[in-house]
């Protein structure tokens, strides 16, 4: 099925990411798009298919439709390295809704992106010429490196300005990205956009659904969370520039910045929240000491107590161990004292560059590097 209007999309060949590999990436240089303009960014990940539609606006965009379901994409991938055709048959599902939407709204700009599954698993570009064939949607598989430039561009507005930096985290379904944005040095362009700020990064080989598959999900004893905590905390040792980030931690004045279900599930269990709420979890701050007591809080439910819980429910409840130990490893590494929690990420990244490329913003007295606000 082909939309009633077309979509340009951003920069793709051949279903690849034309940017993974190019550092001196810039914004294009083009007049403004119409105000009116609809976008749209795709996520299509190793545990979720998420969609967000937005329309410009003078400090940032305006969300008018999103889509999120859990289909499970990568499911067995670490065992068998490659995609089941029940994992497939759920995502080109969620995917047929997303490219209704994108008629139905009349999307004429977007980028629509596959993460770890598909970069993987040895059938991932089958998968997404599949996808292509029943949906008409053509996705790119984008590098780990653009992964983590763009959970920067979709979080950037919740870095603290005065402190020296953040290290953010997007622990995902099969990688785990985490990046030192050091705000002590001065940016390399101009632009002075975040991205341009940071430092080192690196993308773990794993995720909630590769270590819950691992080690199990359903059922964690303290011997098995630990066991997961130490095998993250082995791939933590070849983080670049680890002991200079070591130095700057310990000088206190840097944050961490988690954008992922896990941190937003920690925050909605520390909110006290009877019903998960995005516009309350959003940039909430949390301290070391009660990141620790939602930790210890998690761990001590059983996989029924997770079911029950509104901030988790059964989607997740084998899974947020899992994401809870990877976050404990990198905080035992790094123990930064302030954690802020994003519901936010690849997605509004991608809107952000997009807009960016376009130049909604060039002509707004307010803008703010091309962050929503």
């Not at 082909?2 to 590999?21: E, F, I, K």
């Amino acid at each position: 099925m082909r939309p009633a209007h077309p979509v340009r999309p951003a920069q793709a060949v051949n279903g690849q990411d034309s940017r993974a590999n190019r550092s001196d990436a810039r914004p294009r240089a083009e007049s403004s798009a119409p105000p009116d303009t609809l976008y749209a960014a795709l996520d299509l990940g190793t545990n979720n298919c998420r969609l967000l539609i937005a329309q410009p606006r003078e400090r940032g965009f305006r969300v008018v439709d999103a889509f999120s379901r859990i289909v499970r994409l990568g499911e067995g991938v670490g065992r068998s390295g490659r995609l089941g055709e029940a994992a497939m048959d759920r995502a080109v599902d969620a995917l047929r809704i997303c490219r209704s939407k994108l008629s139905d709204r009349g999307v004429v700009r977007a980028r629509l992106i596959a993460t770890e599954a598909c970069r993987s698993a040895e059938n991932g570009a089958i998968f997404l010429e599949r996808v292509r064939s029943e949906t008409g949607l053509a996705l790119e598989i984008v590098s780990r490196e653009t992964e983590a430039r763009l959970a920067v561009s979709g979080c950037a507005s919740l870095i603290d300005p005065n402190s020296n930096g953040a290290l953010l985290f997007d622990i995902g379904g099969g990688s785990s990205e985490l990046v030192w944005i050091d705000l002590t040095r001065p940016a390399e362009t101009r632009r002075r956009r975040m991205s341009d700020r940071i430092r080192s990064w690196a993308s773990l080989p794993v995720g909630v659904v590769t270590l819950s598959e691992r080690h199990g999900g359903e059922t964690v004893t303290s011997e098995v969370f630990e066991a997961m905590v130490a095998e993250v905390a082995e791939m933590l040792r070849d983080f670049p520039e680890a002991a200079a980030l070591d130095q700057a931690v310990a000088a206190g004045n840097l944050h961490m910045l988690g954008t992922s279900g896990t941190v937003t599930t920690l925050a909605g269990v520390h909110l006290g929240l009877e019903r998960y709420d995005r516009r309350r979890v959003d940039g909430t701050w949390m301290t070391g000491d009660e990141v620790n007591l939602m930790m210890n809080t998690l761990t001590g439910m059983d996989y029924a107590a997770r079911i029950a819980n509104p901030c988790i429910g059964q989607e997740r409840a084998d899974l947020v161990l899992a994401g809870c130990a990877i976050l404990e490893a990198i905080r035992r590494r790094w123990p930064c004292q302030r954690l802020r929690v994003a519901d936010r990420g690849l997605r509004e990244g991608i809107l952000v560059e997009m807009m960016a490329e376009d130049g909604v913003w060039r002509r707004s007295p307010h803008r703010q590097n091309g962050r929503p606000s």
